[in-house]
């Protein structure tokens, strides 16, 4: 009897259908815990009757076909129960609300006039909830760790946005969030500290980078290598990040696999000397312990423990003397990870990083048998190879989430991945010396360089003529197209079938069928106002064109690069190229817009600007208005507005804190008015 291919690759029976038990709870997530035990028992039960009713090898060889399904049924089944039980836990908000909550900071962060962190409760009917907790300022007195108390007035949170924009509630649910609640810096209360290894590790990572403030490098170059070696890539400038995407090689801004190997080399030949004790398994081992306490030094990033996880597993098949298979060892990664965590299995930085490195260890030209040529003709060919596959593998993917395609990356890749290695061995070199005191000028002059070079090859290739595609539109079915392609693709250069390419071109036909369908299918003109919690402007597009209003007194602070960055999604599949700002008076096709008021598609708006409302109030009988934006610096009150005019509609921005938010709520259902807050749905004005 034959072995299987997937003998060679045990691991692949379990995970695939693992990470199909947890798309099935993701999708069917009424389903009671109950049921989800009762398939796993079920399958159970159909591999014990089959062991017991075949039990002789000629038998075995006629259920040989069914043996599997057993397997993929409870391995299916346990990883819908991990998605189930791992959900955030909901809690009644009438027992919990008005009283005092307590907790522990599990993540802190600073930002300009506020902070902002996720609190494990520990009070009563709320203990083992994770709440997202906003404070107006900046607390530095506390801390990760700490313990504090407030007034519970928790609100869910809700994010009803476009199909094509992100979701941020779901975001959150999947970082087991589904509460927040909004403080004012008085209002809490710290009484109590307790230090955890990650505590520890946030402490050790803050001082780390408070070395390499002070290390003399440039700010550039600080806050490149912060991002490196720590995964901190909140100070990188936007500007580097957009020429990196645009050039292809954005993840060498981010603590990936390849960084994890980079530094696994370096801390194996720092061991070396254990192999002349004859203590190689301890070299093993030592490496791997490292690496570890290196990964939770940066918080396990999921690309980070992938990398580890497979190195652990390699330096296994050595200690035990098996042979080591790369996707086995990939597979076996992402089963432990999926399994306490679950939902990572929708991150996008999980997604990227298995499909590339899956790709690469399954697809990547073989060099047996091509012996004669020259060495670093070979290697060139090989990481040329690579570079080609993992970017084919992860081109639909970045579509999807970043809307941009770069189609020189292959090249700007080559250029730059063999000299990767040096530059981080020089700062790890950098950084080491920096937390002992030491600065050595020549080290950041070189580290300079290279970040320079880096930075000026990634400018270069961004800026040549259709280097890449930015705002592009890519669908879920589009990206399952494109995979199911590749793999009919895949397969043909490797059994030289055309059945397989004739099915690849077939697949192909449909996908963009299917793409043209959904494209027409948007809407070419129209006015909406995006769910955000920040401020957001009321955009007006037609004819590949949009125009922004915002309140006179927002405009100075809004980014419109930032927000056509974070909306691109939905600029992509409306066709939409320009946009601009429109003025206080002016006349497009459409709309009128004379400030505060606007009729836009025949619609009239009231943009309730800080005083200009009241100056601008027309006189004698009320006037209709279908829908008055309330913008952050409104100050006045819903009442004033409902006497003069009749209001269709009251728009709540986003950036209006929720204490003042549910105030003006309350008005509005005093008044019998209907009102949306941008915080939990967007606006589109037909």
């Known amino acids: 009897m034959g072995s299987s291919p997937l003998s060679k690759i045990p691991f692949s029976r379990i995970t695939i259908p693992f990470c199909g038990g947890i798309v099935l709870g993701d999708c069917f997530t009424a389903v009671p815990l109950a049921v989800v035990i009762s398939i796993a028992i079920l399958g159970l039960v159909m591999l014990a009757v089959m062991n017991a009713a075949f039990r002789t090898p000629e038998r075995r060889i006629l259920i040989r076909p069914f043996t599997m399904m057993p397997i993929v049924v409870m391995a299916c089944a346990l990883g819908w129960a991990c998605y189930a039980v791992n959900q955030p836990r909901e809690m009644a908000l009438e027992q919990v609300n008005g009283k005092v909550g307590y907790g522990r900071i599990e993540n802190l962060e600073l930002k300009e006039q506020s902070m902002e962190m996720t609190v494990a409760m520990q009070s009563p009917h709320a203990e083992g909830c994770n709440v997202k907790i906003t404070i107006s300022g900046c607390n530095f007195n506390l ?57 520890a590790m946030t402490g050790a990572r803050a001082r780390i980078k408070g070395a390499i403030a002070k290390s003399g490098l440039n700010d550039e170059t600080k806050h490149y290598i912060a991002a490196l070696l720590l995964g901190d890539k909140k100070m990188l400038d ?78 296994g098949t050595f200690i035990f003397g098996r042979k080591a298979v790369a996707v086995n060892s990939l597979l076996a990664s992402a089963l432990v990870i999926l399994a306490f965590t679950p939902e990572a299995l929708f ?54 989430y970043f809307h941009t395609i770069s189609w020189m990356g292959v090249f700007t890749n080559v250029l730059i991945v063999p000299i990767f290695p040096a530059f981080m061995g ?6 080491l010396l920096a937390c002992a005191g030491i600065y050595v000028s020549w080290l950041n002059e070189i580290a300079e360089f290279f970040v320079s070079i880096f930075g000026k090859m990634a400018e ?44 690849c071109i077939g697949v192909c036909a ?69 946009f601009s700002e429109i003025s206080d008076t002016a006349a497009i096709q459409n709309a009128t817009i ?41 100050n006045g009150k819903i009442e004033d507005l409902h006497r003069l005019h009749h209001i269709g509609q009251v728009v709540i921005s ?33």
């Not at 073989?366 to 040329?384: N, Y």
């Not at 020089?426 to 950084?431: D, R, S």
């Not at 705002?471 to 399952?480: A, I, K, L, P, R």
């Not at 804190?657 to 008005?667: M, S």
Request: glycine share 8%; aromatic share 12%; proline share 4%.
């Open 594 to 634: 004379r400030s505060p008021f606007a009729i836009i598609f025949g619609k009239k708006i009231l943009m309730a600007e800080p005083g200009k409302w009241r100056k601008e109030m027309p006189k004698g009988k009320k006037t209709h208005i279908d829908y008055c934006i309330i913008p952050r610096h409104f």
């Open 238 to 315: 936007q500007d580097m990040r957009t020429n990196y995407a645009a050039a292809g090689i954005s993840h060498v801004l981010a603590l990936s696999g390849m960084h994890i190997g980079i530094i696994m080399t370096m801390i194996w030949l720092l061991l070396w000397p254990l192999d002349y004790y004859g203590l190689k398994k301890l070299r093993f081992v030592l490496s791997v312990l490292i690496i570890v306490v290196y990964d939770m030094l940066t918080g396990m990033p999921p690309s980070a423990v992938r990398a580890t996880i497979m190195i652990g597993f390699t330096f």
């Open 654 to 686: 986003g950036s209006i804190h929720d204490k003042r938010a549910r105030v003006i709520k309350t008005e509005c259902t005093k008044l019998g008015l209907k009102y949306i807050d941008l915080k939990e749905q967007s606006l589109k004005i037909e």
């Open 143 to 199: 801390q990760e760790g700490d313990h504090i108390a407030f007034v519970a007035d928790f609100e869910r949170i809700k994010n009803t946005n476009f199909p094509e924009d992100p979701d941020y509630a779901l975001l959150q649910k999947r970082r087991g969030i589904i509460y927040k609640q909004h403080l004012e810096d008085p209002g809490v209360l710290h009484y109590h500290h307790t230090s955890s290894i990650w505590t």
């Open 460 to 503: 270069c290739v961004a800026g040549l003529p259709f280097s890449h595609a930015k705002e592009v539109y890519c669908n879920g079915t589009d990206v399952v197209v494109y995979f199911v392609a590749m793999a009919l693709l895949a397969a043909f250069i490797r059994k030289k079938r055309w059945a397989y390419m004739s099915l």
């Open 510 to 578: 449909l996908g963009v069928v299917a793409h043209a369908a959904a494209v027409n299918g948007f809407s070419k003109k129209g006015c909406v106002m995006f769910s955000s919690f920040e401020r957001t402007p009321l955009v007006i597009y037609q004819n590949g064109k949009a125009h922004y209003w915002l309140p006179r007194k927002e405009r100075a602070e809004f980014d419109k690069a930032k927000f056509r960055r974070l909306h691109q999604g939905y600029f992509a599949a409306h066709s939409i190229d320009a």
């Open 347 to 400: 991150d996008v930085g999980f997604q990227l990083s298995y499909t590339s490195v899956l790709a690469m260890l399954v697809l990547r030209p073989s060099r047996r048998g091509k012996g004669g040529g020259k060495r670093w003709v070979e290697d060139a060919k090989s990481l040329l190879g690579i570079t080609v596959i993992a970017t084919g593998a992860t081109l639909a993917l970045t579509a999807y």
């Open 426 to 431: 020089v700062a790890v070199l950098i950084t």
